[in-house]
């Protein structure tokens, strides 16, 4: 852990909301900088998200195609979504699995949380490893379109290499399960 000597907080003077959307609302405040100075800070308040690396029977890892409409692309991506009110990050992960892909785990293990958006919003990812898989009916929401797919780590790791796979969440979230099955591979005996 890197220590530092200075206190490098910014101290909110004023808030202002910009704008509110149904899920995402924009921010403007005013800060005293450390060093005394005055500025603004433009983010986006975001209620939080997981995202799972589901681990199927063969040890293959399960992807989702999905378009997302921001950079009018389809993506490869892991099974994610984002943290209802009040909701726990781990039910979370749970409903988001079985939503998008009809799969259901009977272990988790907590990954870690990344924060993608450090410079502009305040949205914490929270990563999941979901081993032991039941298969069953997905049960997405009517505005969902999504592909199923599955590949192995080392293929995952390759689409990522070639920039197939650029979705920050899902390479970090690849990358933490990869260390940690290494460290632990007879979870993927079981």
């Known amino acids: 852990m890197v220590n530092s000597i200075n206190d490098l907080t910014e101290h909110c ?15 403007c405040d ?15 308040v975001h209620p939080g998200a ?4 589901a681990i199927l029977p063969n040890g293959h890892v399960l992807l989702e ?3 997302r409409y921001p950079l009018h692309q389809v993506f490869i991506e892991l099974p994610a979504g984002k943290i209802d009110a009040g ?18 785990a009977k272990e988790w293990l907590a990954l870690g949380q990344q924060h993608p958006c450090i410079g ?3 949205e914490v990812i929270h990563m999941y490893l979901a081993l032991n898989l039941t298969p069953g009916p997905h049960q997405r929401d009517a505005d969902e379109a999504l592909e199923l797919f599955e590949l192995s780590f080392s293929d995952c790791l390759a689409l990522i290499e070639n920039g197939q796979i650029s979705d920050g ?3 970090i979230a690849l990358f933490r399960a990869e260390k940690y099955l290494a460290q632990h591979p007879h979870l993927l005996a079981t």
Do not use: D, H
């Open 13 to 27: 003077l004023s808030s202002e909301t910009l704008s509110t959307g149904g899920m995402l609302t924009l921010k």
């Open 30 to 44: 005013q800060v005293r900088l450390p060093n005394g100075n005055a500025s603004q800070r433009e983010y986006v």
């Open 50 to 53: 997981v995202v799972v690396v």
């Open 65 to 67: 195609k999905q378009f």
């Open 87 to 104: 909701e726990a990050p781990l039910a979370t992960a749970q409903r988001e699995l079985l939503e998008e892909t009809g799969y259901s």
């Open 120 to 122: 502009y919003s305040n």
């Open 169 to 171: 969440k899902s390479i």
